[in-house]
């Protein structure tokens, strides 16, 4: 251990504490595991139709086929055929009606991944097929539900609309997205000899997956655990869907009495797992000559899938963002949920929240191009601020407002107004690309809406020699959340941060938890490992103003010692000298995020500790040929509070912006009539990559410590950057609009692929060329 310390471990720009394993390959991921001799591997055979009754199922073939040890149905399941967490309407395999065109029928264990997945397609599969529901629209036509419909209110909404003195009213849509981590859905399962078992598994919610696998398995929950070191990506992918692949292989290792893993393959995995929900918005908006909204109502729609899945909080925290950064004194909005006969749509990060603000940023867009004013205007006009806008429409006070100050500060750093000059410049000599320059803020809610869930635990253990082990409930998904914990222990026990190693999520270890989502993981789980060190700590104090007679006061740990007044020893003797005076040097942490409340009956209250801010300025080119855009140049500004680690967190904040910038404007999710996702592949599924980077950009931390007492005063960083890449879509939108004529709002919906922003061009040319014939 090394006994300086160059710098304090919180605060401070911290390698991920992985790093050096991700580049060299040594990080080991659930498939890297080595299985006991005879391990075996499962493949799905699923549905080829999107709805209908199966009304045979042939399996001999398959049974016969080489390789296969054994297959697995519904009659295989000794508990409740299900693997759905909030509605028990998602079966591990179907018996009846088939709802989707991947829906898992029977699985095959055989000796090779290879074997399983051939011997599958042999299987003579008999359906009924019935109509199937694959547009949103449509579903909502039909009154095809997962949930019931939620409908909030402030004010009336009709009544301002009416009485402004502009109203528009129009649609917009958002499409989904596929969460494409690079490590795919895996689990593996290994019987124990009292019939418990060890599941290793990717997932972002270990404790969930415990109790679905339990629940399948007709087991006690204790009998059941769930490790995972890391992930290769979750992005909420990996909070709910996973219990389905723990679950089969929890069933073929009971069946078989040995090692069995189930690991989709690419195709496999984007045909059967849900993605973000795609969105339709209808909207009518009142508001005055400066573009300053006095009512608006919404119509928000959802694709849910066949089942309900996460998407009840899903859709709530759509309405809770509604607003983003704007004060709504008179709103309506209106939530449908819809059931469409495709994969049942799932967690991804924002979590509902990117595709309410996506709504209202629209609206502001819209208001803006029919006013004839910038876009940026209007926005400013309608921030929170002020006395009596300062509520958000679900009665939460807006405590903390930081927007108006970054956005002072970002136009500046980003010279806004005279790229807007230069822009329209630009525009006015060139005849074929066109750009354009949108900001766009943030406000994004920090805490789970199921209010359980916020809470975390921790275990911290002190060796002998001095060395710390550290086991959370979070996990750990290339983010940085084992990094930023060691740092919060170190600090607290004034360690180098080399001195504390985490080990892997363990339900064994530290029981009930959250999943490591909505951006809670180093608020919950840091929280929950600082008190747990803050007990050690303050036992070997104790111990050690008894032992060397020296006040309590006087006693301090840093840079690897232990100060007792005038005297100075390492920190390893001193857990030394504590461990033979029999001190405990193990200690739990728990921590339940305060102020919290919600009353979903009258949809009021606080439901979230905090908000983080953020806003980018970015600027884009279009081809008005082809309908290809160019990123040009992003400036970001983003509230993370104390930051606990800059690295990290800018790292975070860069990955979020690019991946919000492909979910709007290439990443494109297509069903064919047959209800068949025909982007189920890298070939076919264009996510960004480092070249869609701009070539000058600038993201800066915005340095203000969290007004509410969260860890070291810093802020959830990891959803929050998401949403600002929708300046780069609002930037294709401005570049469209160049084309327009006054007063007319842009056609264009999300994602901007170049087909969409061509046939945008095409119909804004047709626009301006009726207009100018009016004329």
């Known amino acids: 251990m090394n006994d300086r310390l160059a710098e304090p471990p919180v605060g401070t720009a911290q390698k991920h504490e992985s790093a050096p394993l991700h580049v060299t390959g040594a990080a080991r991921y659930t498939d890297d595991i080595l299985l006991p001799a005879g391990a075996l591997h499962i493949a799905f055979g699923c549905s080829p139709v999107a709805h209908g009754r199966l009304i045979g199922l042939d399996l001999s073939a398959v049974e016969k086929a080489p390789g296969v040890v054994t297959v697995l149905t519904a009659a295989d399941i000794p508990g409740h055929n299900n693997y759905g967490a909030v509605l028990h309407d998602d079966p591990v395999f179907v018996t009846d009606e088939v709802m989707f065109v991947g829906h898992q029928l029977f699985a095959v264990v055989a000796t090779s991944h290879d074997a399983a997945r051939r011997a599958a397609l042999l299987a003579r599969i008999e359906i009924d097929e019935l109509p199937a529901l694959l547009d949103i629209r449509a579903a909502v036509a039909a009154q095809s539900f997962v949930l019931p419909t939620e409908t909030v209110r402030r004010g009336d909404a009709d009544a301002a609309i009416a009485a402004a003195p502009h109203r528009l009213s129009g649609s917009h849509a958002c499409g989904g997205q596929e969460h494409f981590y690079l490590e795919g859905q895996i689990a593996a399962a290994l019987p124990q000899e009292d019939g418990s078992l060890v599941i290793h598994c990717s997932?972002?919610?270990?404790?969930?997956?415990?109790?679905?696998?339990?629940?399948?398995?007709?087991?006690?929950?204790n009998a059941v655990t769930v490790q995972c070191r890391r992930m290769g990506g979750g992005f909420g992918g990996k909070e709910s869907q996973p219990a389905l692949m723990a679950a089969v292989a929890a069933l073929a290792a009971r069946k078989t009495g040995r090692a069995c893993k189930l690991r989709l393959d690419r195709d496999a995995d984007m045909t059967m797992t849900g993605k973000r929900h795609d969105f339709v918005y209808d909207y009518e908006a009142g508001f005055d000559d400066a573009g300053r909204l006095l009512g608006v109502k919404f119509m928000f729609a959802s694709r849910c899938g066949y089942s309900a899945d996460l998407s009840g909080p899903v859709n709530d925290r759509a309405i809770f963002h509604a607003d983003n950064a704007y004060y709504l004194p008179a709103v309506e909005i209106v939530s449908h949920r819809a059931r469409t006969h495709t994969v049942s749509n799932t967690a991804y990060r924002g979590f509902g929240g990117p595709q309410g603000m996506v709504a209202i940023e629209a609206v502001l867009d819209d208001i803006a191009r029919t006013l004839g004013r910038d876009p940026l205007d209007v926005r400013r006009a309608n921030l929170y601020g002020g006395e009596g806008r300062d509520t958000t429409h679900y009665g939460m006070q807006v405590e903390d407002n930081l927007m108006p100050e970054m956005l002072a500060q970002l136009t500046e750093s980003a010279e806004y107004a005279d790229r807007r000059a230069a822009i329209a410049e630009f525009n006015a000599r060139s005849a074929i690309v066109k750009r354009g320059i949108a900001f766009t803020p943030v406000k994004f809610g920090i805490s789970f809406t199921a209010l359980h869930y916020n809470q975390a635990g921790a275990l911290v253990h002190i060796y002998n020699d001095g060395t710390v082990l550290l086991n959370h409930g979070g996990t750990e998904m290339g983010q940085g959340l084992f990094t930023k914990v060691r740092q919060?222990?170190?600090?607290?026990?004034?360690?180098?941060?080399?001195?504390?190693?985490?080990?892997?999520?363990?339900?064994?270890?530290?029981?009930?938890?959250?999943?490591?989502?909505?951006?809670?993981?180093?608020?919950?789980?840091?929280?929950?490992?600082?008190?747990?060190?803050v007990t050690l700590r303050e036992r070997l104090v104790a111990f050690g103003a008894?032992?060397?007679?020296?006040?309590?006061?006087?006693?301090?740990?840093?840079?690897?010692?232990?100060?007792?007044?005038?005297?100075?020893?390492?920190?390893?003797?001193?857990?030394?000298?504590?461990?033979?005076?029999?001190?405990?040097?193990?200690?739990?942490?728990?921590?339940?995020?305060?102020?919290?409340?919600?009353?979903?009956?009258?949809?009021t209250g606080r439901p979230f500790y905090y908000f983080a801010w953020g806003a980018a300025v970015s600027e884009v080119a279009?081809?008005?040929?082809?309908?290809?855009?160019?990123?040009?140049?992003?400036?970001?500004?983003?509230?993370?509070?104390?930051?606990?680690?800059?690295?990290?967190?800018?790292?975070?904040?860069?990955?979020?912006?690019?991946?919000?910038?492909?979910?709007?404007?290439?990443?494109?999710?297509?069903?064919?009539?047959?209800?068949?996702?025909?982007?189920?592949?890298?070939?076919?599924?264009?996510?960004?990559?480092?070249?869609?980077?701009?070539?000058?950009?600038?993201?800066?931390?915005?340095?203000?410590?969290?007004?509410?007492?969260?860890?070291?005063?810093?802020?959830?960083?990891?959803?929050?950057?998401?949403?600002?890449?929708?300046?780069?879509?609002?930037?294709?939108?401005?570049?469209?609009?160049?084309l327009l004529p006054a007063g007319v709002t842009v056609p264009l919906d999300a994602p901007a692929t170049p087909e969409a922003v061509l046939r945008a061009v095409g119909e804004a040319r047709a626009l301006a060329k009726a207009a100018g014939k009016a004329a």
Request: hydrophobic content about 40%; glycine content about 8%; charged content about 20%.
């Open 622 to 738: 279009i081809d008005t040929l082809t309908g290809e855009t160019r990123l040009l140049r992003t400036d970001i500004l983003h509230d993370v509070g104390s930051s606990l680690n800059p690295a990290l967190d800018i790292g975070q904040i860069e990955g979020a912006f690019l991946q919000g910038a492909g979910w709007l404007t290439c990443e494109e999710l297509w069903w064919d009539a047959k209800g068949r996702l025909r982007t189920h592949a890298p070939s076919t599924y264009k996510i960004p990559g480092v070249g869609d980077w701009p070539e000058q950009s600038s993201v800066k931390l915005f340095d203000r410590p969290n007004h509410e007492d969260t860890i070291y005063r810093s802020k959830a960083v990891g959803e929050p950057p998401f949403m600002l890449g929708m300046s780069v879509f609002h930037a294709i939108r401005d570049a469209v609009g160049s």
């Open 546 to 603: 008894e032992k060397y007679g020296v006040a309590p006061t006087a006693i301090h740990f840093a840079n690897g010692q232990v100060h007792l007044g005038e005297r100075v020893i390492g920190f390893g003797q001193f857990a030394k000298e504590a461990y033979l005076a029999r001190v405990q040097l193990s200690a739990t942490g728990f921590y339940r995020t305060p102020k919290i409340h919600f009353d979903r009956k009258t949809w």
């Open 203 to 221: 997932t972002q919610h270990p404790s969930e997956v415990q109790h679905m696998v339990a629940e399948v398995m007709a087991l006690p929950v």
């Open 488 to 533: 919060i222990v170190a600090q607290e026990l004034g360690l180098p941060l080399d001195a504390v190693k985490a080990s892997a999520t363990d339900t064994s270890k530290v029981p009930n938890t959250s999943a490591t989502a909505a951006s809670s993981g180093s608020d919950l789980n840091g929280k929950a490992a600082q008190a747990a060190a």
